[in-house]
């Protein structure tokens, strides 16, 4: 097996003359940046409440007990809908709401609902049919108001604190007092009852202000929003409750002209008010997206150039404020049909959070855990896809510090590596164990060799393949050869690594993507 061949030479010979390309990790010293614990987190996107009542499929038991394997996070409520939605205390909950309370009122606050199983029934069968008018207004760029009741933000709060994530709620900035300034009048209502039940939330104001005008005929700039930033922290600071809540954005789209220029007066503005600033990321459009595009080191790379403008803008008005992603997937609209919720979309993600950890970004919000589209961690059934399962091992495996990592040998570019501190929660691992992950976008195998100092060491494989004919086309995964599959509807199935002795060479095939972790490396950027 060529696996297990010993380590005896810098450079091994492989199969028809290739060569393994030879690993350079920085262990030494100190690690190259550090991320925030909540790193991988999580978005529901506001169009889930675009008609209240599919809500309350997030009361679902094995919906929650997916989202708790990922957590801690944030769970960030927001998106283009947020814009368009107005809460009134005094409007009557759907019928689904209102049953869904009745039991949880009988219940522990976290208990599961087996009596809501039929209305939920109900919901799913006609959602494929939401689901439709949801991406169709999305792109009509046709958007109504749709009214949010008490309920609303009870199930919404429920879902995020019983699975162990923080909310981050999204409130409507297209509410103006003669098309200017900000009518905070609605978002007081809603702070009102959030304080009256004492929930735990963090703050934003509006989605994607670059676009406000192709989405309302509304336009606000840079300088406004920041006031009306100013004056959302004002009406915070008059609540007990959120006198230290935090609050994040301006959630801009991509960083294109017109947008940095948003970005930079924003912060100029108002930046001093903001905890974090939130930016959003898509490589491509879902319509027109390729398999190819999926694969190519050229679309992946686009991404460096993105958060590179980010980050120059606010080095330039908020200096050493922190930057999130605070909403990102694969592709724009709902995501790419039969790519986004696939094998393939593996390798733009697992990228993703590589890159925005080694280029200091704090979090990353993945669009979305659970809703409409396709690029969604757990479809329609209530089953994860392949990214869902990638996100788990990334959670359980990598750590908060980054460390400093290269090749010799092979395209960096087509062989793509990233080094962290092994996550220290995880009950294998201890302090200086690091974690690898990389992806392979070559057509052949490829194969990684640790340095010499390495060479002694024992090495967890967790590789992840796709499952079935589709190839990389696959809504299923393997981990080292076993299906991954939740065990029942709260049973999720133990993630079994592969044992590599010393001197192994990583094997990594023709587009794939795994994780190794060098048990005992004994790293210095990590104790």
Known sequence: MLLLLPMLLPLLPLAAGQRAAVLRLGLRGSPRGEVSPAFLSLTLDASLARDPRYVALLSNPKLRALATALSPGFLRFGGTETDFLIFDPNKDSTSEEKILWELQAQQEACGSRPAFAAVEKLLLAQWPSQEKLILAEHNWKKHKNTTITR?????????ANCSGFHLIFGLNALLRKDGLQWDSSNAQALLDYCTSQRYNISWELGNEPNSFRKKSGIYIDGFQLGQDFIHLRQLLSNYTLYRHAKLYGPDVGQPRKHTQKLLRSFLKSGGKV?????????????????????????????????????????????????????????????????????????????????????????????????????????????????????????????????LQVSLVGADE???????????????????????????????????????????????????????????????????????????????????????????????????????????????????
């Not at 390729?290 to 120059?312: I, K, Q």
């Not at 993703?352 to 993945?366: C, E, F, N, P, T």
């Open 151 to 159: 309920n609303t933000l009870d199930i919404l709060y429920s879902f």
């Open 274 to 402: 903001i905890d974090s600033v939130t930016w959003h990321h898509y490589y491509v459009n879902g319509r027109s997206a390729t398999r190819e595009d999926f694969l190519s080191p050229e679309v992946l790379d686009t991404f460096v150039t993105a958060v590179h403008e980010v980050l120059e803008i606010v080095d330039g008005t908020v200096p050493n404020k922190k930057v999130w992603l605070g909403e990102t997937s694969s592709a724009y609209g709902g995501g790419a049909p039969r790519l986004s919720n696939t094998y393939v979309a593996g390798f733009m993600w697992l990228d993703k959070l590589g890159l925005s950890a080694r280029q200091g970004i704090d979090v990353v919000m993945r669009q979305v855990f659970f809703g409409a589209g396709t690029y969604h961690l757990v479809d329609a059934n209530f089953e994860p896809l392949p990214d869902y399962w990638l996100s788990l091992l990334y959670k359980k495996l990598v750590g908060t510090k980054v």
């Open 413 to 527: 570019r087509k062989l793509r590596v990233y080094l962290h501190c092994t996550n220290t929660l995880h009950p294998k691992y201890r302090e200086g164990d690091v974690t690898l992950f990389a992806l392979n976008l070559y057509n052949v195998t490829q194969h990684l060799q640790l340095p010499n100092y390495l060479s002694s060491k024992h090495v967890d494989q967790y590789l992840l393949l796709p499952h079935g004919k589709e190839n990389i086309l696959s809504r299923s995964i393997e981990l080292n050869g076993r299906v991954l599959r939740m065990v029942d509807d709260k049973m999720l199935p133990e993630l079994i690594e592969k044992p590599l002795g010393p001197g192994s060479v990583l094997g990594l095939p023709a587009f794939s993507y795994g994780f190794y972790v060098i048990k005992n490396a004994k790293a210095i950027a990590c104790i």
